[in-house]
Nanobody
Framework: QVQVVESGGGLVQPGGSLRLTCTASGYTFRAYAMGWFRQAPGKERDVVAAINDDGSITYYPDSVKGRFTVSRDNAKTTAYLQMNSLKPEDTAVYYC?????????????????WGQGTQVTVSS
């Protein structure tokens, strides 16, 4: 059974940083792409980062490019989302997701397994 668990959310001031961690189990971690998504109240769930199976290809939307960095450690079956220069509009529930293919994707329906989400609040 595939399990995906996020951690690392919290309250941070504008301009601050957070690192989210995603641990996954129940499948061959190194074979599948992963994505980070966020959803604010009343809004759709949107991708903020995606990474292919070996970490050689990443994707960021313009809204976070240059501020967020996705990475993965296949030996530790863990993925990370480093978030810097956080803004109030980054406030949302952040989700980690696993796609049952090696290549990354940017839309939620292309991901098969999801974590429970972790709240990130950017406020002074």
């Amino acid at each position: 059974q595939v399990q995906v668990v996020e951690s690392g959310g919290g309250l941070v001031q504008p301009g601050g940083s957070l690192r989210l961690t995603c641990t996954a189990s129940g499948y061959t971690f190194r074979a599948y792409a992963m994505g980070w998504f966020r959803q604010a109240p009343g809004k759709e769930r949107d991708v903020v980062a995606a990474i292919n199976d070996d970490g050689s290809i990443t994707y960021y939307p313009d809204s976070v490019k240059g501020r967020f960095t996705v990475s993965r450690d296949n030996a530790k079956t863990t993925a990370y989302l480093q978030m810097n220069s956080l803004k109030p509009e980054d406030t949302a529930v952040y989700y980690c997701a696993v796609r049952s293919y090696s290549n990354l994707a940017t839309s939620p329906p292309r991901y098969d397994y999801w974590g429970q989400g972790t709240q990130v609040t950017v406020s002074s």
